[in-house]
């Protein structure tokens, strides 16, 4: 019962912060979305799956909604789920601006609200460091793909510099180089001590990444996979590259087996 209750306070925490985040992220979304990294992002997420015929996609922890629109846009029957309620307020009002036709749905990405085998495509950002059981979620999403369909995930070792000297050694130069390329250090405007509270409780603050995420997606049942460890250098421009040179963002795609007649 107390392993349930801390459980579910820390899921409160997380999306009490990121409903505080909503709208600060959102401008960083949609300035994405008329930048050239639209195009980026769209190459990626598309460029590793099979061309022809719409994709039901689903986009988990959707946030402001940046990769739902990107593939609605390019026409694929898409939907969103999140847990915080500012973050889907955001995602529904960036899709109205860009008449992008989404399902949105305000749930636990932990246990997902689909039957079984409904989607082709799992997308996700940033979303999995965030997560109190994220062995538990992997399962979740890999039940809701389809035989043959893909998950694509990306994420970074986000505040493991807590747990980890090397990495406390690159965070601190990543906040001197901003200083001395004068560019907007990005810790610098967030809640970074109530944000540092959470992540120490959070099990992936503390792993090094995506080895382990390979080991548990193999474990709960994909068959194939491919990582990218340095993502970022394509799709980050250069201040995200100065801010977070010493977490670089890494790619995963892993497959559902294929059940061939």
Same mark, same amino acid.
């Given at each position: $019962?107390?392993?349930?209750?801390?459980?579910? &306070?820390?899921?409160?925490?997380?999306?009490?912060?990121?409903?505080?985040?909503?709208?600060?992220?959102?401008?960083?979304?949609?300035?994405?979305?008329?930048?050239?990294?639209?195009?980026?992002?769209?190459?990626?997420?598309?460029?590793?799956?099979?061309?022809?015929? @719409?994709?039901?996609?689903?986009?988990?922890?959707?946030?402001?909604?940046?990769?739902?629109?990107?593939?609605?846009?390019?026409?694929?029957?898409? @939907?969103?789920?999140?847990?915080?309620?500012? $973050?889907?307020?955001?995602?529904?009002?960036?899709?109205?601006?860009?008449?992008?036709?989404?399902?949105?749905?305000?749930?636990?990405?932990?246990?997902?609200?689909?039957?079984?085998?409904?989607?082709?495509?799992? *997308?996700?950002?940033? *979303?999995?460091?965030?997560?109190?059981?994220?062995?538990?979620?992997?399962?979740?999403?890999?039940?809701?793909?389809?035989?043959?369909?893909?998950?694509?995930?990306?994420?970074?070792?986000?505040?493991?510099?807590?747990?980890?000297?090397?990495?406390?050694?690159?965070?601190?130069?990543?906040?001197?180089?901003?200083?001395?390329? &004068?560019?907007?250090?990005?810790?610098?405007?967030?809640?970074?001590?109530?944000?540092?509270?959470?992540?120490?409780?959070?099990?992936?603050?503390?792993?090094?990444?995506?080895?382990?995420?390979?080991?548990?997606?193999?474990?709960?049942?994909?068959?194939?996979?491919?990582?990218? @460890?340095?993502?970022?250098?394509?799709?980050?421009?250069?201040?995200?590259?100065?801010?977070?040179?010493? @977490?670089?963002?890494?790619?995963?795609?892993? &497959?559902?087996?294929?059940?061939?007649?």
């Amino acid at each position: $019962m107390t392993n349930k209750i801390n459980n579910n &306070q820390l899921l409160n925490d997380v999306t009490r912060y990121w409903n505080i985040r909503a709208e600060s992220y959102s401008e960083s979304n949609q300035q994405e979305l008329l930048s050239e990294k639209q195009q980026k992002w769209r190459h990626l997420l598309l460029g590793h799956i099979k061309e022809g015929g @719409t994709l039901k996609v689903l986009d988990i922890g959707t946030g402001p909604g940046f990769f739902a629109i990107l593939l609605a846009l390019s026409g694929h029957d898409v @939907t969103a789920i999140d847990a915080t309620e500012g $973050m889907l307020l955001e995602a529904k009002q960036n899709a109205q601006t860009h008449q992008a036709n989404i399902q949105f749905i305000r749930g636990d990405v932990h246990q997902l609200p689909f039957a079984s085998e409904q989607f082709d495509l799992v *997308v996700s950002r940033n *979303v999995t460091w965030n997560l109190k059981a994220p062995q538990k979620a992997y399962s979740e999403w890999f039940r809701v793909l389809k035989p043959g369909g893909s998950l694509i995930n990306f994420d970074a070792n986000w505040y493991l510099h807590l747990f980890d000297e090397n990495y406390w050694q690159g965070f601190v130069a990543d906040r001197e180089r901003s200083i001395e390329k &004068q560019v907007e250090d990005h810790y610098v405007n967030t809640d970074t001590k109530e944000m540092e509270r959470i992540a120490r409780q959070l099990p992936l603050s503390q792993i090094k990444r995506p080895q382990w995420d390979i080991n548990t997606l193999l474990e709960v049942g994909f068959s194939r996979y491919m990582i990218d @460890t340095r993502i970022g250098d394509f799709v980050w421009n250069e201040e995200e590259k100065i801010n977070y040179g010493s @977490t670089p963002m890494f790619m995963i795609h892993a &497959q559902k087996q294929r059940i061939d007649n």
